[in-house]
C-alpha cells in the first residue's frame, strides 16, 4: 500500500474522487493540489458505475494534516461529489504497464520466462520485441521494470494507480449484494 514515511515526516496518500462529466472539473482539482504544493505522483480518471459521474484516483505525497486540508477543501469545489482518503483502509491498489523490451532469438526464452514469473503477459511480439502487459501492485510492476532492465526497455507507458476499497459497500454508503445478485 501506498503509506511509507518519508525522511521529511510525509508519506503517499491514495485519494479517491468522485466528480460530475463537465470541462473545467478535472483541472481544478489538479488545481487545488498544484496550488499546495503538492507532487501528484499518479493520477487516473475514467468512468464510474453512475452515469455522469468520473472516478478520478490519485497518489500524493504530504503530510496527513496537509492531506486533510486538501480533501475538505475537495468537497468545497462545486463538481465533486465525493472524497475518500483511502491511504490507511483496507483497499486494492493496481497499476497497468505495456513495456516494449528488445529481444533476440537469444533473449526471447529468458523474457517470457521473466513475464511468466511475474503473471504478466506478452500481448505483442516482433521479430525483434515483445510488448509485455503488467498488471498489479505498484511494487511488483516495479520489480518486473527492474528485471526488464537487464534487457533493452525500447518504450514504456504506465497508468497509474487504480484503487477500490475492499468490501461490499458501494459508493452511496450502501451495500452492494443486491446489484451483486443480479449479475
Known sequence: MYSEIQQNGTHKHTVVAWLEDKPGVLNRVVGLFRRRGFNIE?????????????RLTFV?????RMVDQA?????KLVNVTKVENITDRPAII?????????????TRA????????YRARIVDVSMDAVVVQAVGAT????????????YPVL???????VAMTRGHVGRNGKSSRKRKAAL
Not at 42 to 54: A, F, K
Not at 60 to 64: A, M, N, R
Not at 155 to 161: H, L, P
Open 42 to 54: 499518479s493520477l487516473t480518471v475514467g468512468h464510474s458505475e453512475t452515469p455522469g459521474i468520473s
Open 94 to 106: 493496481r497499476e497497468m504497464a505495456l513495456i516494449r523490451v528488445r529481444v533476440d532469438t537469444a
Open 155 to 161: 518504450e514504456m507507458v504506465r497508468t497509474g494507480a
Open 110 to 117: 529468458e523474457v517470457m520466462q521473466i513475464v511468466d514469473i
Open 60 to 64: 500524493v505525497d504530504g503530510d496527513d
Open 71 to 75: 480533501v475538505k477543501q475537495l468537497y
Open 139 to 150: 511494487d511488483q510492476v516495479e520489480s518486473l521494470l527492474d528485471l526488464l532492465a537487464n
